[in-house]
């Protein structure tokens, strides 16, 4: 009798346990394959009372392949109908060899709206073929901004948008990118990863968005991100919105795709509307 019920007490703990395993796969399965919209709303003393921009950004795609959801989610980007586009790197991955998937969704995204820009994450950096990806984004009508800026206008809102390197490797010139800009405009200073936030010249910029760190992919309930690169284990500047200072704000978005392995957790793949409007 007694061996029996231990059998069955097993038992029940197997079955709990596969039941608790599969709803972790299937959970796990819709928040790497399911994107959201993350609504964000960033308020400005330099953007005119009554004027806002929305900005759509596209971060760490990863080479995330074309199915039914890529298009669904380019879909919900032209029913949101932004006014920019910036896509703040890791379009692809280190290892990929063929462009055409990145070009493809490049092309919808600038006939969507052809103020589109892109700068460079650390994949783009390692992949061998880099400069060559380079052109063919260039090609595709999106704008390369790479330790520069441009101003860009609309009705009675004009804005720099400044675009470094990837900052990992010493590559990113904020004083070069920001030194003529005119202070009295809005700036947005699109970068890959956080880390930039230690240059001193982060001050001439009002709204500084990236990537880079998925997120920390697996949060947990009052932790938040476990890990993230470049700053290891419990990450300071891991999802959302950080202060930086009394006129910079960073936002950080998790982005679309994954690294090592394929796995999110309490952490949905997504893309971002940032509102930026007058305060």
């Not at 880390?195 to 001193?200: G, S, T």
């Not at 910029?205 to 697996?218: E, K």
């Not at 500047?237 to 936002?251: A, E, F, P, Q, R």
């Amino acid at each position: 009798m007694y061996v029996q019920t231990l059998f069955e007490g097993v038992l029940r703990l197997a079955v709990f346990g596969i039941i608790i395993i599969g709803l972790l796969a299937v959970n796990i399965y819709f928040e790497v394959n399911f994107p959201k919209v993350k609504q964000v709303i960033i308020e400005s003393e330099k953007i005119p009372t009554g004027a806002a921009t929305k900005i759509l950004q596209i971060s760490d795609f990863h080479n995330w392949h074309p199915n039914d959801r890529h298009q669904k989610l380019l879909q919900k980007i032209r029913q949101l109908n932004p006014d920019l586009i910036v896509i703040t790197g890791d379009l692809v991955d280190r290892k990929t060899t063929s462009f055409n998937n990145v070009f493809s969704l490049a092309q919808e995204l600038v006939q969507i709206n052809p103020h589109t820009y892109f700068v460079r994450g650390n994949h783009e950096l390692a992949n061998r073929g880099t400069e060559l990806f380079l052109i063919g984004l260039a090609n595709c009508g999106v704008r390369v901004l790479n330790n520069e800026h441009v101003v860009w206008s609309r009705e009675h809102l004009t804005i720099n948008i400044c675009g470094v390197d990837y900052s990992g490797r010493g590559r990113a010139n904020l004083d070069k990118t920001t030194k003529s800009t005119d202070t009295e405009l809005f700036t947005i200073l699109l970068t890959h990863a956080p880390a930039i936030i230690k240059v001193p010249a982060i001050t001439r910029a009002n709204l500084v968005l990236c990537g880079h760190t998925h997120g920390g992919q697996v949060r947990l309930p009052f932790v938040g991100a476990i890990i993230a690169p470049g700053q290891g284990f419990l990450p300071e500047y891991n999802k959302g919105i950080y202060h930086i200072g009394h006129h910079t704000t960073l936002y950080i978005d998790s982005g679309l795709g994954t690294s090592t392995l394929p796995v999110r957790f309490l952490n949905r793949s997504q893309v971002s509307l940032i509102t930026v409007t007058g305060k």
